[in-house]
């Protein structure tokens, strides 16, 4: 079941894989009490399982514990075996009786280390800790996992008095007694491990009437340097669970808490959201992040996406948030992202661009265009296809028949085939089923004087096997644009349109309403190309060990090196180095020199990157920089940049920045 799974950081969202337990089955009850001393690092645990009648089982616990006691219906269960770093018992299945399981444990945790990066948090799965931060994730195994079944449980955390600690679920109880803080939470919702946030949290909170009956309280647990912050977020929280109570219907919980990490994470659980203190700080988290993670308690967290027919909940999640935050922004806005993401589609190595069927989680930046992109293409799709009215009511409905179980694409499709009254078996095989896109073209188009009006003839043409297709094509006459919608099922088709005013020019899909790949001048290059396309080779120039960091950084495949000495490879090339040396190599090979767009910068300029392409259509990637230290300092920014097109650096801060035009499908129609 999918705990899912976060934040739009920067560069994207991050996952937290986690073992999958069905919800279905009957869950597991447990009570727990943990002790936790971020100083010395220890944790004591100890608690009491009712396993309901059902099939055999495994209890999974990280090996770095030691099990004082562990007894089912008081007796001891035989020794444990051991596999990567984890130690399993069997558990016995009994037909008709409700086992009671005991167990006690204690463990020396890792000391938290502040300075991962946000692509090392996201695989990072121990159970770390120290005063500044604790963080339980449930894949660590900190405490018991009956693997295969849902957990519902009551969880009582005993912390320093100066810290506070969290869990999915509702605050029972806050008490001080010696010293120490005992906070005690519970979770009906079944979940398949817990997942323990601890830290020197200030708090702000608020009540919230929800649309259905209950209070939902706010809460937002921050470190003292952001402390300041949280009155802005449960604003923004109080905005969002609005908007989506509105849309789609109740919230499924009663609290909700935004939960400060001194690492660079994000991450979303149930009822809460787990992000860096300097993610918190950025203004676009309260403005698309947070919105994003707060539906997820709908899509992910409330109704769980199939993981073996397909993870529909990041491309809906994606276009009920972040899509939906852009339209409310204005039509170009949202226009923008789309067409970000056809171009991360069109830089995506046709080997990486998979079914939308097969994503299930996120774990590199193309399952990201695939499974967050693609999807939500698809829903922008659907929306044009049976209107607004009826989606929403498709969406209401699902959220209705599927909350707290387990919901596939088919589901899904049913859903709104029920509130269109018509069949889309047809859309939706093609979308999940079919790698890649369809190839797109206005092939010709010309003006036909026809009597008192004008007629447009055009010719579509897309690659075989054909998308069944509603294309939009927007002719601009006199009175201004105007948007048609043709149907489109052949590899090439003509069509005709009427127009009372002569016709100026035809663009074919200029708002990027179709999941499509972008023709090679509609899609301009950006840096993501280098960094996903395994084909490219790494030259570095000057400064070769910087270099080599940098790029490593940057690239999400194992590099490729190539010579400088050595001939102009035949594909993406990737070329760092110092500006001397990365001129000559560029003078030497005929490319292109540093863009003019990238030299109108005043002097304080440390690094200029920029992408072209050559006139045999590979694509150039070019990072120059003033010396050593300033590529070094590119290192932590620049990952982070992969749909621009070029950027100049002040040091570690990008100080401008842009994407090359793209050059929409169009022909002239009044020569
Ligand atoms: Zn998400």
Redesign the pocket.
């Known amino acids: 079941m999918p705990r899912g799974?976060?934040i739009a950081l920067l560069l994207g969202?991050a996952v937290v894989p986690c073992a999958n337990a069905a919800p279905d089955a009957v869950p597991v009850r447990a009570d727990i009490q943990v002790r936790i001393d971020p100083e010395t690092r220890e944790l004591t645990g100890k608690g009491a399982w009712t396993v309901p009648p059902g099939e055999s089982l495994a209890i999974v616990l990280d090996d770095r514990f030691d099990v004082r006691r562990l007894e089912v219906d008081a007796r001891p269960l035989s020794a444990a075996t051991e596999r990567d770093g984890r130690r399993q018992w069997r558990l016995a299945g009994s037909e008709r009786a409700t086992q009671h399981i005991e167990i006690e444990w204690r463990g020396l945790l890792d000391p938290l280390e502040a300075d991962l990066d946000h692509r090392q948090v996201l695989h990072h799965v121990a159970p770390v800790t120290a005063p500044r931060g604790t963080f339980l994730p449930g894949a660590a195994h900190w405490h018991p996992v009956f693997v295969g079944r849902a957990l519902q449980y009551t969880l009582t955390v005993d912390v320093p008095q100066s810290q506070r600690a969290i869990v999915a679920g509702d605050l029972a109880s806050d008490r001080i007694t010696n010293g120490r803080r005992r906070l005690s939470y519970r979770f009906e919702q079944p979940d398949p491990a817990i997942d323990l946030m601890a830290g020197p949290y200030r708090v702000t909170e608020r009540k919230f009437t929800g649309a259905g009956s209950g209070a939902i309280t706010l809460r937002t647990l921050l470190h003292a340097e952001v402390a300041d912050l949280g009155a802005g977020y449960l604003d923004a929280t109080e905005r969002y669970l609005r908007m989506y109570e509105d849309w789609i219907g109740p919230y499924p919980y009663g609290s909700f808490s935004i939960v400060s990490s001194p690492t660079p994470t994000g991450f979303?659980m149930p009822t809460l959201t787990y992000l860096g203190i300097d993610v918190l700080r950025l203004p676009f988290i309260r403005d698309t992040s947070l919105g994003?993670e707060v539906l997820?308690n709908w899509w992910g967290n409330g109704v769980y996406p199939d993981y073996a027919t397909g993870n529909w909940s990041?491309g809906l999640?994606t276009f009920m948030a972040d899509h939906t935050y852009r339209e409310q922004a204005g039509p170009d806005s949202a226009r923008e992202l789309r067409f970000a993401w056809l171009r991360d589609l069109a830089a995506l190595d046709a080997g990486l661009d998979r079914p939308l069927r097969e994503f299930t989680s996120r774990m590199h930046g193309s399952d990201q265009v695939v499974g967050y992109h693609k999807a939500a293409m698809l829903f922008v799709m659907l929306r044009d296809a049976i209107g607004h009215e009826s989606f929403d009511q498709g969406l209401r409905s699902f959220w209705n028949e599927h909350r707290g179980s387990i919901a596939s694409w088919e589901d899904l499709r049913t859903a709104f085939e029920r509130a269109s009254q018509r069949s889309l078996a047809g859309f939706f095989a093609q979308w999940l089923n079919r790698a890649g896109a369809p190839n797109l073209r206005l092939e010709s188009a010309k003006a036909v004087r026809d009597a008192d009006q004008w007629r447009v003839d055009f010719t579509l043409g897309q690659d075989r096997p054909a998308y069944q297709l509603r294309v939009p094509v927007v002719v601009d006459a006199g009175s201004g644009p105007q948007v048609h919608w043709v149907d489109f099922d052949r590899e090439r088709a003509t069509f005709s349109l009427r127009s009372t005013q002569p016709p100026r020019s035809i663009t074919l899909d200029p708002d990027a309403r179709l999941l499509r790949r972008l023709a090679p001048g509609e899609a301009p290059p950006i840096l993501r190309r280098a960094m996903l396309d395994p084909t490219t080779v790494t030259v570095l120039t000057g400064a070769d060990e910087a270099g080599a960091a940098l790029a490593r950084r940057v690239v999400e495949h194992p590099l490729q090196l190539r010579s400088p000495e050595a001939p102009l490879p035949a594909a993406p090339l990737l070329l760092v180095g110092l500006e001397r040396d990365v001129n000559r190599y560029l003078a030497r090979h005929g490319l292109p020199l540093r863009p003019a767009e990238l030299s109108a910068t005043p002097d304080r300029a440390t690094a200029w990157v920029w992408t072209a392409a050559r006139p045999t259509g590979e694509p150039v990637t070019v990072v120059s920089a003033r010396d050593a230290t300033a590529l070094v300092a590119l290192g932590r920014p620049l990952p982070h940049y992969g749909r621009q097109s070029w950027l100049v650096f002040a040091g570690d801060t990008a100080t401008a920045r842009g994407i090359w035009p793209s050059r929409p499908q169009s022909i002239r129609l009044d020569r």
């Open positions: 799974l976060a969202s979303g994003h997820h990041e999640t």
